[in-house]
């Protein structure tokens, strides 16, 4: 048990430091949310006519309502980060040397997805205390009671973004990738807007937010900052962190690798 603490405190501190060393990293992870919550929600408000969101029990003004959204915009970007900061590794060799490890190799890349957690809270953290110097503020407690979401949200997109690490070999290949992989999920999902209203524009498209794993990401968060439970968002987000965990262990089964090798 205690090889397995060590090897955590270890993984966590490297990531740590990687990210206390690239400050262009948290301030990008700061601004990208600020611009759209200070300049783009005006422009939005206008276009969609959502002065004023009815979305649960109460009525919320929109720069309120895409809070929670801005939320998962971070942890999106943050957990696709961290799968580059594993492309990279791998080429570097310093993957090959930690999956060599005597430890289980789905203790490794655990927590690889915990440290990126970990500094994907503190961002979220940075961003929410901003949004309440700019007058946008949240239920007290929910910034308490969204913390156990943020951490299974966390673990869901840093599993996907771990998957598309195993199967991404070289660092140039990975800028396009991630791109097709995060704008379609931030923007078919309900961060910017609630589902009801895509429904009025596109049915379809609405059944494609509805089945995002990222809207239900965000609904989770959403619902957690207004100390409500939303067990169908969080049972998704489960399910989600499951499936992409198996498929990034698969990725990186040292035999499926051997495989691809002697192909080459």
Same mark, same amino acid.
């Given at each position: 048990?205690?090889?397995?603490?060590? &090897?955590?405190?270890?993984?966590?501190?490297?990531?740590?430091?990687?990210?206390?060393?690239?400050?262009?990293?948290?301030?990008?992870?700061?601004?990208?949310?600020?611009?759209?919550?200070?300049?783009?929600? &005006?422009?939005?408000?206008?276009?969609?006519?959502?002065?004023?969101?009815?979305?649960?029990?109460?009525?919320?003004?929109?720069?309120?309502?895409?809070?929670?959204?801005?939320?998962?915009?971070?942890?999106?970007?943050?957990?696709?980060?961290? !799968?580059?900061?594993?492309?990279?590794?791998?080429?570097?060799? !310093?993957?090959?040397?930690?999956?060599?490890?005597?430890?289980?190799?789905?203790?490794?890349?655990?927590?690889?997805?915990?440290?990126?957690?970990?500094?994907?809270?503190?961002?979220?953290?940075?961003?929410?205390?901003?949004?309440?110097?700019?007058?946008?503020?949240?239920?007290?407690?929910?910034?308490?009671?969204?913390?156990?979401?943020?951490?299974?949200?966390?673990?869901?997109?840093?599993?996907?973004?771990?998957?598309?690490? !195993?199967?991404?070999?070289?660092?140039?290949?990975?800028?396009?990738?991630?791109?097709?992989?995060?704008?379609?999920?931030?923007?078919?999902?309900?961060?910017?807007?609630?589902?009801?209203?895509?429904?009025?524009?596109?049915?379809?498209?609405?059944?494609?937010?509805?089945?995002?794993?990222?809207?239900?990401?965000?609904? &989770?968060?959403?619902?957690?900052?207004?100390?409500?439970?939303?067990?169908?968002?969080?049972?998704?987000?489960?399910?989600?962190?499951?499936?992409?965990?198996?498929?990034?262990?698969?990725?990186?089964?040292?035999?499926?690798?051997? &495989?691809?090798?002697?192909?080459?």
């Amino acid at each position: 048990m205690r090889r397995y603490l060590v &090897a955590l405190r270890a993984i966590v501190t490297r990531e740590a430091l990687r990210f206390i060393s690239q400050r262009g990293r948290f301030l990008a992870a700061l601004v990208r949310p600020l611009v759209w919550l200070v300049v783009f929600a &005006a422009g939005f408000r206008a276009a969609l006519g959502l002065s004023i969101i009815p979305p649960y029990q109460t009525y919320i003004t929109y720069e309120v309502y895409i809070v929670p959204g801005l939320c998962g915009m971070i942890q999106l970007f943050n957990g696709m980060q961290s !799968s580059l900061s594993l492309v990279y590794d791998q080429e570097m060799g !310093s993957m090959r040397l930690l999956l060599t490890s005597p430890l289980p190799r789905w203790w490794l890349l655990f927590c690889k997805l915990l440290a990126g957690v970990a500094v994907s809270i503190l961002q979220v953290a940075a961003f929410l205390a901003i949004a309440a110097g700019f007058g946008i503020r949240l239920e007290p407690l929910g910034y308490l009671a969204v913390l156990p979401v943020l951490v299974l949200s966390g673990l869901m997109l840093g599993a996907l973004g771990l998957f598309i690490s !195993s199967a991404i070999r070289q660092l140039e290949n990975f800028a396009g990738v991630m791109n097709f992989v995060i704008f379609p999920m931030f923007f078919l999902s309900t961060a910017l807007y609630p589902l009801w209203k895509m429904a009025e524009s596109s049915p379809l498209l609405a059944r494609i937010c509805a089945i995002n794993p990222f809207t239900h990401a965000v609904e &989770a968060i959403r619902f957690a900052l207004y100390l409500e439970w939303n067990p169908v968002a969080l049972f998704w987000c489960v399910a989600a962190f499951a499936a992409f965990m198996a498929l990034a262990l698969w990725g990186y089964d040292p035999a499926r690798g051997m &495989a691809r090798r002697r192909a080459g």
